[in-house]
């Protein structure tokens, strides 16, 4: 859709049309904000698609076998993004019984899909045994023992991985870090947790153990952290071997890839770290007198953030002389909370002047009545009026999974893009919906 000569801002999939106006994925946002209104979601599915296969072909050349990647739905569940992992021959990840059932309403292959949770419920234990889903990842104690007693009751084994803290810290923040050994998540294999949940595994009847499952962080540029996590799972691998006899088969090693959202955010290249990874873990196995364990990988963001964009349409424009400028646009922090929660930048775009030089450092402010409203502070854009259009680029993961309807605002549609062409997949939300489950 992008011909050689378009300007392009930031990612190949967002240019500039020679009317000046802002173009995703090929088409004209001015003519989606006409026909879908704002604020919008918008996704370029081709992009989706290009990183799954991305992804499925370095993995298999890399480790061979069966390692293959997991899309983590958290990042951006709906039934539509659920029927495009089954069509690509993905796997995915589910985090809660809600998750699962989405994927299941789509569809969706139960037997390619992992079931996470550090708290999973009997009742959500039930649910996903009852839905065949092929793997759990258990997280505890608690879990195994529940897991056993209701997969009996089936008169079933069910498959897992066992989540374990390798106590990596990828120097990310500390909200978004999970592998260090203070974490809700695993259990730590330096207090020597992870080998006897591995042994109570081993001994359970209904559980058939796999192998095991680390996550170390999200947004990481580096490949050295999942390469020194590699290493202390492929040792702990041994330490099992060697006090039971079982050799995992099987090796998570998380998501957690980065996305550029700025300029100045850097580019990674996703085959090189996973041959890199894949190396490091050949050697290890090597090392350690181990065969190479079938490798998991499940990256969320990466494989849908920068094929997202938000639109929005620009309400005030208010100059506080000596302070800022407050732009106000029709969304906010209940469809992208992301600034409020952990600070995060993104890069904003005058989507109806487009070619015009970024001239002004804004405050994107939202509609809600809190001033911590916020989807971006210093960001530079040509100067907008009311009536413009604003893109937030780069919002395709964790913004519409984590949108709410705070001040009761409705959620925006989200609309795919795929060949120059747009479809509905998810609606707008009515006032109806608002008040739906009211009495
Ligand atoms: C969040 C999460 C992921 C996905 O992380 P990304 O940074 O989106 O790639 C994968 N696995 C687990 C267990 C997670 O919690």
């Given at each position: 859709m992008t011909n050689c000569c378009e300007k392009t801002i930031l990612h190949g999939n967002v240019t500039v049309g020679d009317n000046g106006l802002l173009r995703f994925a090929g088409v004209d946002t001015a003519d989606l904000a006409a026909k879908y209104g704002t604020p919008l979601y918008l996704f370029d599915t081709d992009r989706i698609r290009e990183r799954c296969k991305l992804y499925q072909s370095e993995m298999k050349a890399a480790f061979g076998g069966d390692s293959r990647p997991l899309y983590a739905g958290k990042a951006f569940c709906t039934k539509a993004i659920y029927r495009i992992m089954a069509e690509c021959g993905m796997s995915v990840d589910l985090v809660s019984p809600g998750e699962l059932f989405t994927a299941k309403s789509a569809g969706f292959p139960m037997e390619r899909a992992f079931f996470h949770g550090n708290n999973k419920t009997d009742a959500d234990i039930a649910l996903a045994l009852d839905a065949g889903v092929g793997c759990f990842v258990c997280d505890s104690r608690e879990e195994l023992v529940a897991l056993d007693r209701i997969a009996g009751e089936r008169g079933v084994c069910q498959k897992i991985l066992l989540r374990v803290t390798p106590g990596i810290d990828p120097h990310t923040f500390a909200a978004v870090t999970t592998g260090k050994v203070d974490s809700k998540f695993g259990s730590p294999i330096a207090t020597g947790a992870a080998l006897e949940l591995a042994k109570l595994a081993l001994s359970l009847e209904h559980i058939d153990l796999d192998g095991f499952h680390c996550h170390i962080g999200s947004q990481i540029f580096d490949v050295t952290p999942y390469v020194d996590a590699s290493n202390v799972m492929l040792s702990f691998i041994k330490d099992v071997k060697d006090a039971t006899g079982f050799t995992a088969k099987t090796l998570n090693l998380g998501g957690g890839f980065g996305v550029r959202?700025?300029?100045?955010d850097p580019e990674f290249d996703y085959a090189e770290a996973i041959k890199a990874l894949a190396k490091a873990v050949k050697e290890a196995a090597q090392s350690n007198g181990l065969p190479t364990p079938t490798v998991l990988l499940e990256p969320g963001r990466s494989i849908v953030a920068d094929a997202g964009m938000t639109l929005y349409t620009v309400g005030t424009v208010k100059e506080i002389p000596g302070f800022r400028t407050y732009v106000s646009v029709d969304g906010g922090m209940p469809d992208n909370p992301r600034y409020a929660l952990y600070r995060s930048v993104y890069t904003v775009v005058n989507a109806t002047h487009a070619d015009k030089a970024p001239d002004r450092a804004v405050t994107v402010a939202g509609r809600c009545c809190e001033s911590g409203d916020l989807i971006a502070e210093g960001a530079r854009i040509a100067t907008p009026v009311r009536g413009d259009l604003l893109a937030v680029l780069v919002t395709g993961a964790y913004n519409y999974s984590m949108a709410s309807n705070y001040n009761r605002i409705p959620r925006p549609p989200v609309v795919f893009l795929s060949e120059g062409k747009d479809a509905l997949a998810v609606r707008r939300e009515s006032f109806e919906d608002l008040v739906r489950n009211d009495l």
């Open positions: 959202y700025t300029e100045s």
